[in-house]
């Protein structure tokens, strides 16, 4: 049985999983794909070798009788609505993030779900699908290394363009890190605070770099997250997780061992769209799996809410300079 | 467009690559298979849900009209025949090692297969789809480490059952990197060593654990193997290559690091079937994708012939003591 | 040419002071001891087997006209008393941490060198003796990673006694990372903010732990330290420095790398007092040449009081929850 | 009490001892010096401003009535006389490698040693005192890894000069991992194999690069050398063994960790003299120990002779092609 599903946006990310779920993974096909430029569209078919409609807008590739399914990887703004017509359509869908660019969108997916009556929507958090996420969750739920206390973390990109404003450093760069250590650990956010370090002299005007953001759970787990987008040197993603009886650590990348030129060294990646390549594989098998067995099990539209209201206060919080809350209602009874 | 295949043997293996054929890899399904115990064979396409008829034998699934490429994953001794026959049907074959038992087996199949006229045999040796071989492969051919000169290698098993005997180390184990070394570093063997070192008081009677097997290669690059397959701590995979300039290092799997009970440490694997896991799908994706192509491009049945041959060399130089030539026919320019 | 000194304390850490002077350093002996338990001071000076005369009191120690300089390692609330006497007598003193108890003590120590016209004193803090440190600020020094913007630093003890209280963790534990840290990237400390996490089921009703300091410096540099004195699994310093270039990272002990049961590890310390062991001889080796060649050119009055007033700022934010200032008069000209 | 000390030779190495020994060490004094060059001999004196006598002999140095102990670190072919008289004299002697330039030389000197009734000779041998390889012996006696099957070790050099030919890979390089290993693993060497790599384009006319140097011992452990000096990425002391339990590695040194420029990596030294340049300090410091104590404890005539004995049939083995025996004498009681 393959399952027939229609790609909303055709740009570099939605090609790209046309691309896996036509000749990488098992159990789909793309039948049908629309993009506002229509020629794009129809290029990438082309391109491709695929075998899929090009439809004239996301609505009605939406209502298509053999579309069984929704990816949506569109420009951001256009993401909820096309959530709430597959949702209206009785159709599942994977959403690439933002679910919404704002909590309030995000929380009309949630209400939309649990009023269609059950789970419907994937948000592209892909993380949780990280081989080393995930051998670094085994080993904080076996209980190794106690309950978690402190969390170190960073994110790290070489470099990033002009267009990167100082807010972005939250809503498109620690949106993964809200969405996986809430994951990672189960627990909530209740304050945020932002520091600025001296800045970089490789950043622009409109951007403060690098940027700290400390975040405190309902549990009492401190997390310390650096933001650091110029650092120059590599795109690096780190986690520390210091527990009552010893620390874990998210592995570093596969990488060979050299000595050469007096130094013993392993390379680093500069390129984020190398660092979890494996992991948009096993989210979009997921999808599909879930989609099959007719039980989603990926960020649901509740986490893509929940990473959103934190990202409000630490936007908040980088303006104000004081601790600021996080207010998430308690979590639906759907979603447990 | 999805290529139909026949698998021969649902043992462990077989249903494991069943399993992938159908559920984890794109552009194929079984169809037909066939184990020397029938009830198996049923037991596993009931077990899996999948659509494929049960064969009487593997000459007649070879046959079946709407099987177009062939697994070959029953007994060893049984692939010899199965691969002619397959080949003889004009049908593209995946065939777990060993491709033959002997390698004048070995040479037969090559043989047919330049009679044939075009390549329709690929021999299961993962590990040239290996990321992390195929990682330090694209290293030494950077010319990065200079012109290899010598690589130290390991291959460590925790331990081996009584049925195990010294032999083996050769036709079982030291197989892989007869294999993978040759194709590392483009080269051919031309002499075998092996030297016993005191045995382990974990080895059994038939045994004689640990080896060191020492090879020459044309261009002149020595090459030790240590083989240990009692040595208690761990699946262990190690390759080291010393060239003009600097030193590549096969990478460890990755694995989380651990700070607890004074120690700093990652993980090692015990089990053999983790450590190249995911090279199983790479390899059978592209066989798929080969077939699909018309061009095969993984472990040919030279292959498979040359790492038999330097097999024997390994085998009477454990026996010998002495100096072992490796005499490999030059390659036929068939397999250009 | 020996020089002659005298050693007021003679517990644990006095003893071994003695003991290296004696029997490991170059240049000089002890000639003088003198502790408020005599009898314990007799047992040293015999069972180490040197000649040295014992003396009631510290006062006629530091008076003795053949003592050349003294080293202070009596109970930390004597330590401001012995080195003014030491200032009075002209005599140059080494005093182990705390320099006094209180910043006015420390500063009262500062002022009466200054008055004395040359530095006498020399605080025992090691780490800027220790091989790693002195390599990390190499490397820092060298412009290789840029200017420092962030460190990320942990001091983790496997556990406590239940005599060490909240406060400790910044006058007994910080209190080496405020001295070392300042020296490492040429700075000053201008607030510090104390928050805490979620406690540790090993720690004690007496003691917060973990706590995690954030510190401010003059140049923007944002320090956080996790303090974790119930870590359990070791005694294990870390300290990453963020540049703009590139990250350096303190080097781990040196360990035997191990391959055994499944886990590839080195080892992690269990007591402070191997950590740092190799840095106690060459800090009291430089003083001995300090003193010989008429210039001493380790930690100083200065550093020992600004490390207490910057501790006096985070006892303060660890009780306000604030961040609070801190206010280091500038440097005086004699201290460059 | 301070031991009066004579040094014979004052190169390089003689004049860094004697500065060793006037300003580092505990216990010791050089109050006489001679070398065949008596005004480099009287520049070293005034250089490093101590107080020396320049002898114009060495067998006066060794006759002096205030010399109580000697320091060879002449010309290589010297030493051996230089021993002998020393021995003849009643005076305890540390003799730099080599003990004696031929097997027969190191022996007679045992012969005088044992006839003098009480152990006088201290071979510069100083990885013994090297704290990596004295915790890597640590690991081994404790019984962690079992007993020891195999070492697989390497000693590089970036480059040498064209002074340097085949047979020195023995005598110059190789002789240290002859000592230190039997130290290392208890053991004695019966027999020795080279066998040579693809040369590097780096090696010159006379040197043939790389060498491996396979030996096996008494117990049957198997031990591979790669011994490599134009490998141009570092000085690098490479010692692995693998137990019937576990594997064990010599600690690379310490290093600053540096994330730059797309790599993670720590350094390797380029010159030999920093590799081990902690363990002079201790074996000097040893020696005077030693002769204190009235019992010297490092590595004795004995170890200087089955160093030579072992390093000439790796020469032979280098000629002849073949597996040599290593014939050592059962060790006098005397050594025990």
Request: glycine letters at 8%; aromatic letters at 6%; a negative charge.
């Amino acid at each position: 049985m393959t399952l027939n599903i229609g790609v909303i946006g055709t740009g570099a990310i939605g090609r790209d999983h046309i691309r896996r779920l036509s000749f990488a993974l098992s159990g789909a096909r793309v039948v049908a794909v629309n993009d506002i430029n229509a020629e794009q569209a129809r290029d990438v078919v082309t391109q491709l070798g695929i075998e899929a409609e090009v439809y004239a807008s996301g609505q009605e590739l939406i209502e298509a009788g053999n579309v069984q399914a929704v990816l949506v990887t569109s420009w951001g703004p256009s993401h909820e609505a096309f959530v709430l017509a597959a949702i209206a359509a009785g159709k599942p869908v994977f959403c690439e993030k933002p679910l919404a660019v704002t909590a309030e969108g995000c929380r009309r997916i949630v209400d939309a779900e649990i009023a269609a009556g059950r789970r419907l929507v994937q948000v592209g958090f892909m993380r949780p699908f990280d081989q080393g996420y995930r051998a670094l969750k085994t080993v904080i739920d076996s209980g190794e290394i106690g309950a978690p206390l402190m969390l170190h973390c960073a994110h790290r990109n070489p470099h990033v363009s002009e267009a990167y404003g100082t807010g972005m450093a939250i809503t498109d760069t620690l949106i993964h890190e809200l969405d996986v250590l809430r994951w990672l650990i189960d627990d909530d956010y209740v304050s945020a605070q932002v520091v600025f370090p001296r800045a970089t002299r490789h950043t622009h005007a409109q951007l403060r770099d690098p940027q700290i953001v400390l975040l405190e759970t309902a549990k009492g787990v401190r997390i310390d997250v650096e933001v650091f987008v110029n650092c120059k040197y590599g795109y690096d993603i780190q986690c520390e997780v210091v527990g009552e009886e010893g620390i874990a650590r998210l592995p570093e990348p596969s990488s060979v061992q050299l000595r050469s030129a007096a130094r013993l060294s392993t390379g680093i990646l500069m390129d984020w769209k190398d660092r979890f390549i494996d992991a948009y594989d096993v989210e979009l098998q997921a999808f599909i799996k879930g989609v099959t067995d007719g039980q989603l099990t990926g960020p649901s539209a509740w986490n893509g809410y929940a990473a959103a209201v934190a990202g409000d206060a630490c936007n908040l919080a980088q303006v104000s300079g004081r601790i600021e809350p996080i207010e998430l209602p308690s979590r639906p009874a759907f979603y447990n």
